[in-house]
């Protein structure tokens, strides 16, 4: 990467606008000096070049850069060490909502270096989220932090915002995507989380410094929060929400798409639900089902949730119907066992002496009777 | 179905254990009749046939099939004109836990022809239900009495009784299939709900009249509850709840299994979770996703969830460029607008010019602003 390239790469990201793929696919395929030259001939070249030529032809590249530079904001490009290599990744898919494309080159607040993000998860969703989802999605940045994991979000309210906030609990680094500026404070509520990010981590963008948070830019956006992660949880989303066009990006970069269920009476949840019923989306419900899935194969073993494994659970079927006969409060003769058992009396007086070996029964005059340690409700071992 | 094969059918009821796959294989293979024969020799014969031979000669076969018809019990058997279809495919499939085989017969209280069940589907789940499982399955079990889809279950506390109940608010029938005799009352608190079914729909049972619910008779009667209906959902179900076991047999049996989410925060959930994530049990939110699932395909249209379809929606991304960049308060001049939008002023002229054909921006002297119709907040449309 030379320094003419990376200055073009740089004045192109104020002329270009985010995710216009059609014109980042011209960059990849011209390189970003040519194209550059093409826009400042203005705008009778290449009409797919128009809006750009006109927009750079406005404003005072050298003086934005300049300004970019003293607001401490970096450009990292295609080329440079840090650069994040799942950003390529999208070079190699079809746009989605007509955006797309390999970014010239992301404006950096902050002293990360973006190759931190190789092993990062993105988790994603609603703003208008409960305090279940906020929950959750805490919990699950706090667990893939503990486990070395960069959590990756957009900074906006709700999901976004417990997410980072969770990952703060950790020493691992949490970065926000923005649709605005990296300079920029949005939502203005979140100032002091944006500050932190930028003083500690990383505030990133593919809009240039001071731009506006459009509609439009939220879906450029969303793609590079799925590109720079190995897999994207989107914890709350309804049916419309952009959590859900994150997640959607992931599964077309073959990223690992994940999504946390809830109540079906929440319409936060009725979005994550529809991605889990379609099937390109895995059912997750805590950090280290997260782990399992964006790991290496093997490298992280998940332990399933069980139940105690008690004694009864290691008997053989008609040892358990033998144990099942055996009254509690005053002992049967083993041919009474037998009877409700329906087990022959000869097995059965066997049976009864593994038992009491085990501790499951005890001896009461002529008859058995069940120790307290066999005391189970029926409901816990077999019952529906 | 000769007389003289019914009625050993009815006596073997008595005999052997409900679910002991070995036994009932041995009477699909021999007949009813030969295999009556060789346990009325005794517990000499074959070996598997000990216990059922010892429990037959202590009990006076002809008197009990008496009581059972004077307490209103009929036999239905293979062979019989509403014997259901699908019991016949537990003979292709291995049992579980021990447990499988086709029922020799079964015994039945109340008006229902057991072929109803054709098009049933069971809802089944925790006993120590919460209030959102209850709701939720007692809804789902109303939509699909709504659309005539009897409801199959196990009369249990809980998600079982919850769709009975919801069952119940409809005119399609309701099903009860018990671990127990069809005429006794388990759990005794359901008197009212057992005596219902009893008297208007059908109590069905594996075990002959008197039975008690012994635990391994649960994981004999969930097999019947799967191999009885066209899919199982699963409300609500902790690791070890049994309602696992009865969703296992409905994938081996090649029925439709289903799983209702719920908050990942309650053990409740994390068997059904669980269940979902490993992939052989779809997750469903509602009666119209579970009535899709199991009706033939095409015949049950579901209608996914939306948003309302906005005038935006429809607009192309340039368009919408050009909306964003049209200023709320002040109006703006074109010149203006195709700057902050980043598109060339020719196409910016072209473009305002439609939206305000649909009503999204209203010219206003030399400029052009948004109408009330345009202005949605940010979030609804493109956010995360």
């Known amino acids: 990467m030379n320094d003419q390239e990376r200055h073009a790469r740089a004045v192109l990201t104020l002329a270009i606008e985010p995710g216009d793929w059609r014109l980042l696919a011209l960059v990849r395929r011209r390189g970003p000096t040519e194209v550059l030259d093409e826009l400042r001939r203005g705008a009778s070249a290449h009409p797919l070049l128009q809006s750009a030529a006109e ?39 079809e746009p989605i909502a007509d955006r797309g494309g390999v970014p010239v080159g992301l404006w950096v607040k902050g002293p990360l270096r973006l190759d931190a993000l190789a ?15 906020e929950m959750v999605a805490g919990e699950i940045a706090a667990e893939l932090g503990h486990a070395g994991v960069p959590v990756v979000s957009g900074a906006a309210f709700g999901i976004d915002y417990a997410s980072h906030r969770g990952a703060l609990t950790t020493s691992v680094p949490t970065v926000a995507v923005l649709a605005c500026g990296a300079d920029r404070v949005y939502p203005g509520a979140h100032r002091q989380l944006l500050v932190h990010l930028g003083e500690h981590h990383a505030v990133v963008s593919e809009s240039p410094p001071g731009a506006a948070p459009h509609r439009i830019r939220f879906l450029s956006r969303n793609r590079l929060i799925a ?15 952009g959590a859900l066009n994150t997640l959607n990006w992931a599964q077309q970069l073959n990223r690992v798409a994940m999504g946390v269920p809830g109540p079906v009476t ?89 038992l009491a070996d085990a501790g499951l029964v005890d001896r009461e005059g002529a008859g058995w009777r069940l120790t307290d340690a066999a005391r189970v409700p029926p409901a816990r071992a077999a019952g529906s």
Chains 1, 2 share one sequence.
């Open 55 to 93: 927009r750079l032809a406005a404003l005072d590249s050298g003086k934005e850069l300049e300004d970019a530079a003293r607001s401490g904001l970096r450009i990292v490009v295609p080329g440079d060490s840090e650069w994040p290599a799942g950003l390529d990744d999208l070079d190699e898919v």
């Open 119 to 133: 092993s990062s998860v993105a988790i994603v969703g609603s703003r208008a989220s409960t305090s279940y989802g």
């Open 227 to 241: 590109a720079l992660t190995k897999g994207t949880v989107v914890v709350e989303a309804a049916v419309r929400s």
């Open 266 to 354: 929440l319409p936060t949840s009725v979005g994550v639900h529809q991605q889990i019923r379609l099937g390109a989306t895995s059912l997750v419900t805590s950090g280290a089902e997260v782990l399992e899935l964006v790991s290496e194969a093997g490298s992280y073993l998940l332990t399933e949730p069980r139940g105690p494994v008690q004694v009864r659970d290691r008997l053989r079927i008609v040892e358990r119907q033998v144990l099942d006969a055996v009254p509690v409060a005053r002992a049967a003769e083993a041919t009474s066992i037998a009877r409700v058992a329906g087990v022959g009396l000869r097995e059965v007086r066997l049976i009864l002496e593994r």
